[in-house]
């Protein structure tokens, strides 16, 4: 939020808190209301500014906000973590980085000076590691993993999976499931991007 000015930050986090508690994005008008602007020109002026520096996306409907992944950043002060859609533990899926909801962490469970974001298991090839379907995992943002690391892998740019990480060798690594029925993914390093580390994990009951 270091490029935003106050009264920009002050929104964004009307437009989180909002989200939050109604389950979908305020109007122009409920901006206008909420800040007491005279118009909801100014209002929609400080919406075109967070989209414009990658904060929101807008569609040309009412209601039509859709937050961006930048505002991990945000989440972490007010103790929010994005989920950012499903991830399968078994065979890759397709990879969705769209804010689907909201998860509040206590701000000292994770070190500050991190993204995070959530994702929703799907699958069982994790089981082993105690992460079963319809679990949400925490994901530290990081390209990087050590051996034994559990990880979000993108796959050659489009498919996403949950799996412990090994590395072979100065070009390939295995991606390795938490159950025996389910097979481990060979890949060479050039077709795998990751995207962060399991830090933590919500269960509802």
Do not use: W
Request: aromatic share 8%; proline share 3%.
């Amino acid at each position: 939020m270091e490029d935003l000015t106050k009264r920009q930050s002050e929104v964004l986090n009307y437009i989180i808190s909002y989200m939050r508690e109604n389950g979908f994005a305020p109007s122009i008008r409920d901006i206008m209301r909420h800040f007491e602007f005279r118009s909801p020109r100014a209002a929609h002026k400080h919406l075109i500014i967070l989209e414009n520096k990658g904060y929101l996306e807008r569609e040309s409907v009412s209601r039509g906000i859709r937050l961006t992944s930048k505002c991990g950043t945000v989440f972490a002060v007010e103790n929010l973590i994005p989920v950012s859609g499903k991830i399968t533990a078994g065979d890759a899926i397709e990879a969705i980085e769209k804010i689907t909801d909201f998860i509040p962490i206590p701000s000292n469970f994770f070190p500050k000076n991190f993204q995070y974001f959530s994702l929703r298991v799907e699958g069982n090839s994790m089981i082993g590691a105690h992460i079963a379907s319809g679990d949400y995992v925490i994901i530290r943002k990081q390209d990087y993993a050590q051996d034994g690391d559990i990880i979000v892998a993108l796959v050659d740019k489009s498919t996403a999976t949950l799996k412990r990480f090994k590395k072979l060798n100065e070009k390939e690594v295995l991606l390795i499931p938490e159950n025996k029925d389910s097979q481990e993914i060979k890949i060479t390093k050039d077709k795998l991007e990751i995207q962060g580390k399991m830090v933590g994990l919500i269960r509802v009951m």
